[in-house]
């Protein structure tokens, strides 16, 4: 009698043990599950500065931080939509101003896709060595067109990027949907 108690007694300390173990890999998940679905629910609030509004425009920052005649290279947030939902990622474009005039180019070789890189006065893709000029123009290498410019504006005195990805080995700049 006393052993058989004994073992009624072990079964269920290996229940309730269990179940303790059960219930802290649900709670486990629980919380993991919750704070990804949380990150997606509430990302917009936690967004740097630079995270897309509404319409797509990323802020750049100030134009007067902005070094006159040079290859600036400067990294954006944008918003994406991947068909599950929006996240965001981290771009770089090389802004280059001149006077009055602001010029923006996506950092993505339209070859195969490499970053784009500054030379001096050129740009360059090291992954197959094609060249542009700080208009975007090809200089030469196996890039099928010139730099990709993207659309700008200025506000107040901030610069912001309309940043859009490009059909990549193609001759004709198309936007990627
Ligand atoms: S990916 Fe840039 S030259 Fe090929």
């Not at 995270?51 to 040079?70: N, S």
């Not at 068909?83 to 006077?99: C, P, T």
């Not at 200089?139 to 859009?164: A, F, M, N, W």
């Amino acid at each position: 009698m006393s052993v058989h108690n004994a073992t009624e007694d072990n079964n269920t300390e290996r229940r309730s043990f269990l179940g303790v173990i059960a219930g802290l890999i649900g709670a486990g998940i629980s919380a993991v599950l919750g704070v990804t679905i949380g990150r997606f629910a509430v990302s917009p609030a936690f967004s740097t500065g630079g995270a897309d509004d509404a319409k797509g425009w990323t802020d750049i920052g100030p134009l007067a931080e902005i070094e006159e005649g040079k290859l600036v290279k400067k990294n954006v947030i944008v918003s994406q939509n991947a068909g599950w939902g929006q996240f965001n990622s981290q771009k770089a474009v090389w802004v280059i101003k001149k006077g009055d005039k602001v010029t923006i180019f996506t950092a993505v070789c339209p070859h195969l896709g490499c970053t784009v890189n500054a030379k001096a006065e050129e740009f360059i893709c090291a992954c197959h060595d094609s060249k542009w000029d700080v208009a975007g123009n090809s200089l030469g290498g196996p890039t099928p067109r010139g730099l990709d410019s993207l659309e700008h504006k200025i506000e107040g005195d901030v610069l912001k990027v309309r940043y859009q990805d490009f059909k990549q080995g193609i001759t004709q700049k198309e936007v990627l949907s």
